[in-house]
């Protein structure tokens, strides 16, 4: 069953991005679960991540949830919700470094 008329690169937020969220925001589990996310490789430092653009698919269009791409949405700039970026934890550790900063409307 498709419950979104978006292509792969829209995806639902994965327990590292629902935990962050709910560790730094109080955003409820259930309310993230509404959430989605586009994602581009990057670089920060000498480092590789991975930025991420969460936002509220409730608030765009068909159309421009049909073209939703990360370029299209952070330049549409509609919907926002957070941005940030997902950095790969060292071998030894647990987890990925996960940073994100809150761009709703306050």
Same mark, same amino acid.
């Given at each position: 069953?498709?419950?979104?008329?978006?292509?792969?690169? @829209?995806?639902? !937020?994965?327990?590292?991005?629902?935990?962050?969220? =709910?560790?730094?925001?109080?955003?409820? =589990?259930?309310?993230?679960? *509404?959430?989605?996310? @586009? =994602?581009?490789?990057?670089?920060?430092?000498?480092?590789? @991540?991975?930025?991420?653009?969460?936002?509220?698919?409730?608030?765009?269009?068909?159309? *421009? !949830?049909?073209?939703?791409?990360?370029?299209? !949405?952070?330049?549409?700039?509609?919907?926002?919700?957070?941005?940030?970026?997902?950095?790969?934890?060292?071998?030894? =550790?647990?987890?990925?470094?996960?940073?994100?900063?809150?761009?709703?409307?306050?």
């Amino acid at each position: 069953m498709k419950l979104w008329p978006f292509g792969k690169q @829209v995806q639902e !937020l994965s327990r590292e991005l629902i935990l962050e969220l =709910s560790r730094t925001f109080g955003v409820a =589990s259930q309310d993230a679960a *509404e959430m989605r996310y @586009v =994602s581009k490789r990057g670089r920060l430092g000498t480092g590789q @991540v991975n930025r991420v653009f969460i936002f509220n698919p409730a608030v765009l269009s068909a159309a *421009e !949830l049909a073209s939703a791409s990360f370029e299209t !949405l952070t330049a549409l700039n509609k919907g926002l919700l957070f941005t940030g970026h997902i950095m790969k934890g060292h071998e030894a =550790s647990k987890g990925n470094l996960v940073v994100l900063y809150d761009k709703r409307a306050t």
